[in-house]
């Protein structure tokens, strides 16, 4: 099976940690895995603001932080996954909030893994 790699972007996330913005599904339904490479977050706003990346367990419906409350100062980027991999199965989600909605992210993720 051929590589698939895929960009997953968010912009102007939610601020609320009951809604937090879906960054990326992981193969919607299929048995297939994929693995985050890399996710950024750029805070474009003119205040610090702090980040909460989450992944989704959609097997077991919960949430488990990657990152909470982590400070990204103005004009900076936090990254949040950097060289780790995250598997993720199907359905499973990685989400993210932030302290103010001027928050960027930039997820990298091979699609299609057996």
């Known amino acids: 099976m051929a590589n698939n790699f ?5 912009t ?15 193969n919607n339904g299929s048995a297939v895995n994929s693995i985050l490479i890399e996710l950024d977050i750029a805070n474009t706003g003119t205040s610090a603001v702090q980040v909460t990346v989450l992944v989704r367990d959609s ?9 909470k ?7 900076s980027a936090l990254k949040a ?3 780790q991999k995250i598997v993720l199965n199907g359905d ?3 989400q993210v909030y932030a302290s103010a909605a001027t928050v960027d992210v930039v997820a990298s993720i091979l ?3 057996t």
């Open 6 to 10: 895929k960009n997953a972007f968010a």
């Open 12 to 26: 102007s996330v939610s601020t609320s940690s009951g809604s937090p913005t879906d960054v990326y599904t992981a």
């Open 59 to 67: 097997s077991a419906t919960t949430s488990y932080h990657l990152v």
């Open 69 to 75: 409350d982590a400070p990204v100062p103005v004009g």
């Open 81 to 83: 996954v950097s060289g």
């Open 92 to 94: 499973d989600k990685i």
């Open 111 to 113: 699609e299609d893994v």
